[in-house]
């Protein structure tokens, strides 16, 4: 081990930086669809070694922060170009137009996230030792980062480096307890320790001793944990996830809305089994993210149709684009992304307007001088589309209470904690057709998976061209309809849990775990300055 560190620590130049870039691509191995998060073992601890390699103290106390930082960008920037490249198929679904955006998409998104991992090395350098506990640091230092990461800037938590870890069904309780963000600093700490044996004395197996007896912890926490028994809802509800499968290409020509209208119409009442001959016994049909390409509340024949296959007492729920009337918007009107629930009338008994926007994606920031510039946002809505100002918990006579979630506002931990108390459920609806057959609606569905561990609630999820799932509360997908079919799934909603450690402390956590961090950097730093 001594002589790998060395070999890592001696490399300069254009060499060290392709090292840092191929480690942190060979990390993105962990995420999802891939799983194969052992491969941090090897990648961290070079990351740990990259950072010792720069400049020594004789040049200046602050000489080393720039290789250090060069270091973590470098390792970010192959991070995130591996596991983020999926972003650049949006921008092929109007080739003609976005597609001259396609390389700034890949390389910019990237290129900006990696740099929370130079701050993050460069404030680990900055107070760095070379004794077996600068691990302890180097976790500190970039869990801090990752942190600030899903924040700023409207915040990108998306491929945390806990997400790894978290594929595998067992470690994956673990963020019952300490949410996503602890689970990103037990990874960072646990898969960097064998860092700590590349160097002298007894104490440098201290680290990976401690790493072990975590890691196992973990494992018999989350083996318990899945062995409880799953009990039933008091009542049954029955829900029908419908995934249409519509081409993103297609989903918007004009000529083809009364075929997309038909396709949800026929799956929403198909039989399914013996037992669910039609919709006549489901209680709620779950329809994904801008399931109709117009407004349905301009197109009473469709509210008409809907509610003609709708039986009664079944309710639908679909992610919908709704306007309003605003003088005070540039154009007269906001337009809004949004989840409504119909009854069997075709009336709307709740509304819920996505607060959450995307930016580039939804709406484009500092949007008169970018467009001026000739950029506009993928959905081609003009404006862009307004932010809803609540979340409320979605609920009628029938359905049980339901945090809902469009898109990709399930990544955001914290915002989904402090929307869901008296949420019995999570819904989740989205399309990520625009990413094709790529890792991104895997990505997705784990971000998923994430936030029912995290709050100890059932999941229903709808996407248009997949992959719709039942989640229960343990993060373990009951039922998935796979990405690129087309297809409807049946499923008793599962029962929430009691509320996890993480749910019930979810806000002093929000700022106990980045003040835990700021503290033990600031101690590290006075015992620098005073050893």
């Known amino acids: 081990m001594d002589r790998i560190a060395g070999w890592v620590i001696l490399q300069w130049g254009w060499r060290r930086y392709a090292l840092a870039f191929a480690a942190g691509a ?24 990259l950072i010792d390699g720069a400049l020594p103290e004789s040049r200046g106390r602050f000489a080393a922060l720039w290789p250090a930082a060069l270091a973590g960008w470098f390792f970010g ?59 302890l640091t180097f976790a500190a230092a970039l869990t801090l980062a990752e942190i600030g990461r899903g924040i700023l800037f409207t915040g990108f938590p998306w491929n945390g480096m806990g997400d790894g870890p978290a594929t595998n069904a067992t470690l994956l309780q673990t963020v019952s307890l300490t949410g996503i963000d602890g689970l990103s600093f037990l990874t960072f700490f646990i898969f960097a320790a064998p860092a700590a044996l590349g160097g002298d004395g007894r104490r440098r197996w201290t680290p990976p001793a401690l790493a072990v007896a975590l890691l196992v912890a973990m494992a018999g926490f989350g083996l318990y944990r899945l062995q409880q028994p799953v009990f039933d809802r008091p009542e049954s509800f029955v829900v029908r996830i419908v995934q249409p499968d519509i081409d993103q290409r297609d989903k918007w020509k004009p000529e083809l809305k009364g075929e997309v209208l038909s396709t949800y119409l026929s799956l929403s009442d198909q039989a399914t089994g013996p037992d669910h001959a039609s919709a006549a016994d489901i209680d709620l049909i779950v329809w994904p993210e801008s399931s109709l390409p117009f407004l349905l509340d301009r197109e009473p024949s469709a509210r008409a149709a809907i509610a003609a296959m709708l039986p009664v007492g079944t309710e639908l729920a679909a992610g919908l684009q709704r306007i309003v009337q605003d003088q005070q918007a540039s154009d007269g009107i906001d337009v809004f992304n949004t989840i409504q629930i119909l009854d069997d009338d075709g009336r709307l008994l709740a509304n819920y307007d996505k607060v959450h926007l995307v930016p580039f994606g939804e709406y484009l920031p500092f949007q008169p001088l970018l467009e001026a510039l ?55 609806v989205t399309n990520d057709a625009w990413f094709g057959a790529t890792s991104g609606p895997y990505q997705h569905l784990e971000q998923a998976r994430l936030r029912a561990v995290e709050l100890g609630l059932p999941v229903i999820r709808a996407a248009n061209t997949g992959i719709s799932a039942v989640i229960d509360p343990y993060g373990r997908v009951l039922q998935r309809i796979g990405l690129g079919d087309r297809g409807v799934l049946d499923a008793d909603l599962p029962a929430a849990l009691a509320e996890t450690p993480f749910f019930r402390f979810a806000q002093y956590w929000r700022f106990g775990l980045p003040g835990a961090a700021i503290l033990f950097l600031a101690v590290a730093a006075i015992r620098r300055r005073y050893r």
């Not at 060979?26 to 070694?49: D, H, K, Q, R």
């Not at 955006?101 to 460069?122: D, R, V």
Request: hydrophobic share 60%; glycine share 10%.
């Open 26 to 49: 060979l990390s993105a191995l962990a995420l999802a669809p891939f799983g194969v998060f052992p491969i941090l073992f090897v990648t961290l601890p070079v990351f740990v070694w």
């Open 77 to 135: 920037f192959g991070y995130f170009l591996a596991g983020l490249w999926w972003i650049g198929s949006a921008f092929l679904v109007e080739a003609d137009t976005f597609a001259w955006m396609l390389p700034f998409a890949i390389a910019g998104l990237p290129a900006y996230l990696a740099l929370y991992f130079a701050l993050g090395a460069a404030l680990a350098r900055a107070v760095w030792s070379r004794g077996p506990w600068r691990i």
């Open 374 to 428: 000739g950029l506009r946002q993928l959905t081609r809505v003009v404006g862009g589309f307004s932010s809803g100002t609540l979340r409320p918990l979605l609920q009628t006579g029938r359905m049980p209470p339901a945090l809902p979630l469009i898109c990709y506002e399930i990544v955001f931990s914290q915002e989904v904690a402090a929307g869901a108390a008296g949420a019995d459920w999570l819904l989740n």
